[in-house]
């Protein structure tokens, strides 16, 4: 009876370790998705960003013009030189940022796998265990019945 509890207890180690891997498979995918996305939300912040100079720098063009001056050269060529620096800045900045949120997600996502990896380890060595547990069970028993027979 014992060994039957130690293989059923073994059975049931290993099932829950299964299941342990494939939650922390799921948080792999979940995690990959995570990153993908935050590369997509990175672009499109980017992109917003460059719009929003451009509409800056048809207003910084448009108040100069109207004041009459020359847009071609001095403080009005520098302060359009000076607003394509800042907003390369800013994008890098952006990109930078994004960069580092996906290396997380990358490195949640590998912690994930190795999760998982150990965990089907484990459920592989329940079974084992549970084996080897069940065989020992055996023999005591069927030593101690070799004992009370020549006894």
């Known amino acids: 009876m014992t060994a039957a509890g130690q293989g059923y207890a073994a059975l ?10 494939r939650v922390a498979d799921q948080n792999a995918r979940l995690e990959n998705e995570a990153a993908f996305r935050e590369t997509e939300n990175t672009k499109t912040a980017a992109l917003a960003h460059y719009r929003r100079v451009a509409q800056l720098k048809g207003e910084q063009r448009v108040a100069q013009a109207a004041n009459g001056v020359s847009l071609d050269f001095g403080s009005a060529a520098d302060v359009a030189a000076d607003t394509d620096m800042l907003a390369r800045e800013d994008v890098q900045r952006i990109y930078d940022t994004g960069a580092e949120n996906v290396r997380g997600f990358d490195i949640s996502a590998s912690n994930y796998r190795s999760s998982a990896k150990a965990s089907r380890f484990a459920a592989k060595g329940a079974i084992v265990k549970g084996a080897f547990d069940m065989a020992s069970t055996a023999l005591g028993g069927a030593q101690q019945y070799s004992k009370m027979k020549a006894a």
Request: hydrophobic share 40%.
């Open 12 to 21: 049931q180690s290993a099932a829950a370790s299964r299941y342990e891997a």
